[in-house]
């Protein structure tokens, strides 16, 4: 038996058949981080902290690195997913390896454009400071959507991107089904094509497939996980529209815009002149 799966049945032991994330699940976390090395982990939908567990308890084998998990504190009053958080973290010894995050938005999409714009610069740049992602909460092409495209802006090159309940669908599960409530009391409600089609199969499908900045995209044998790896491009140029930052991220961006274009305009400095041809 090798040395990594000691200390992966020692966790699952700790684990204790703690919901959500599986023994199988979590083994293939291990494999790919002992393949892949990751240093920084976002696990976004954390309920009751299992998922946070596996992957923490794999960045403590390796010896480096740190989870965040975010989820929601609407429920906070009423459930008790966060004290289960905090018995998992200790009854396997990590909690030194895990931020938790409880955040009052009405969903992680809010969290992650904060995260971006923490990381982002005068100029506009966002740094990436994760190498792995994995995504397990509302299973809602609206939301995940979104959370899947802030996710990339913080994904490092080479970094992976997990989607969880690809075949997920909300037909039969009424509680899970979420409705928009207005102030008037109308409601926007799933259509029939939105509960029985799987949200993040189709995300996988039409979001991420052909998207720029993913490639080695697999999913597992059950269907359940798909997998994406952020590119490992060069650096990207920002290239900024200056007739349209004003109106769309305000005086950031338009001061970054207004820079590089004085930066071109600047002449050179006459000793580094081209000698004419
Ligand atoms: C399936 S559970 C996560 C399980 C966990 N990753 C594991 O494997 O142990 C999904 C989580 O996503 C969270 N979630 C769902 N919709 C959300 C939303 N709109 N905003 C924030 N969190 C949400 C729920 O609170 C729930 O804790």
């Given at each position: 038996m090798t040395a990594w799966r000691r200390s992966f049945d020692e966790l699952v032991a700790a684990i204790d058949n703690n919901p959500i994330m599986t023994e199988g699940q979590g083994l293939r976390i291990w494999e790919h981080f002992v393949e892949h090395q990751p240093r920084d982990v976002l696990d976004i939908g954390?309920?009751?902290g299992t998922s946070a567990a596996y992957m923490a308890g794999a960045l403590r084998y390796l010896g480096r690195g740190r989870v965040v998990t975010v989820d929601s504190n609407q429920f906070d009053d009423r459930s008790p997913a966060k004290e289960w958080v905090e018995a998992v973290l200790q009854r396997c010894g990590l909690r030194d390896w895990v931020d938790t995050v409880r955040m009052p938005?009405?969903?992680?999409a809010w969290w992650l454009l904060e995260e971006v714009r923490r990381r982002t610069?005068?100029?506009g740049v966002c740094t990436p400071g994760y190498d792995f992602i994995y995504l397990d909460g509302a299973k809602s092409l609206t939301i995940d959507t979104t959370a899947v495209i802030l996710a990339e802006r913080l994904l490092r090159p080479g970094g992976w991107l997990l989607l969880d309940d690809?075949?997920?669908?909300?037909?039969?599960?009424e509680e899970f089904v979420p409705t928009t409530m207005l102030g008037n009391g109308d409601r926007y409600v799933l259509s029939a094509e939105e509960r029985t089609v799987p949200h993040i199969a189709a995300l996988f499908d039409?979001?991420?497939?052909?998207?720029?900045?993913?490639?080695?995209l697999r999913v597992d044998e059950d269907r359940e996980w798909g997998w994406a790896q952020k590119v490992r491009a060069e650096r990207r140029e920002l290239v900024v529209r200056t007739e349209l930052v004003g109106d769309v991220s305000g005086r950031v961006l338009l001061r970054a815009a207004l820079d590089k274009v004085r930066a071109r305009a600047r002449p050179r400095p006459a000793g580094r002149r081209k000698p004419r041809a």
């Amino acid at each position: 038996m090798t040395a990594w799966r000691r200390s992966f049945d020692e966790l699952v032991a700790a684990i204790d058949n703690n919901p959500i994330m599986t023994e199988g699940q979590g083994l293939r976390i291990w494999e790919h981080f002992v393949e892949h090395q990751p240093r920084d982990v976002l696990d976004i939908g954390t309920c009751f902290g299992t998922s946070a567990a596996y992957m923490a308890g794999a960045l403590r084998y390796l010896g480096r690195g740190r989870v965040v998990t975010v989820d929601s504190n609407q429920f906070d009053d009423r459930s008790p997913a966060k004290e289960w958080v905090e018995a998992v973290l200790q009854r396997c010894g990590l909690r030194d390896w895990v931020d938790t995050v409880r955040m009052p938005h009405s969903s992680y999409a809010w969290w992650l454009l904060e995260e971006v714009r923490r990381r982002t610069s005068a100029a506009g740049v966002c740094t990436p400071g994760y190498d792995f992602i994995y995504l397990d909460g509302a299973k809602s092409l609206t939301i995940d959507t979104t959370a899947v495209i802030l996710a990339e802006r913080l994904l490092r090159p080479g970094g992976w991107l997990l989607l969880d309940d690809l075949n997920w669908t909300f037909e039969g599960r009424e509680e899970f089904v979420p409705t928009t409530m207005l102030g008037n009391g109308d409601r926007y409600v799933l259509s029939a094509e939105e509960r029985t089609v799987p949200h993040i199969a189709a995300l996988f499908d039409h979001v991420l497939r052909d998207h720029p900045a993913f490639s080695n995209l697999r999913v597992d044998e059950d269907r359940e996980w798909g997998w994406a790896q952020k590119v490992r491009a060069e650096r990207r140029e920002l290239v900024v529209r200056t007739e349209l930052v004003g109106d769309v991220s305000g005086r950031v961006l338009l001061r970054a815009a207004l820079d590089k274009v004085r930066a071109r305009a600047r002449p050179r400095p006459a000793g580094r002149r081209k000698p004419r041809a």
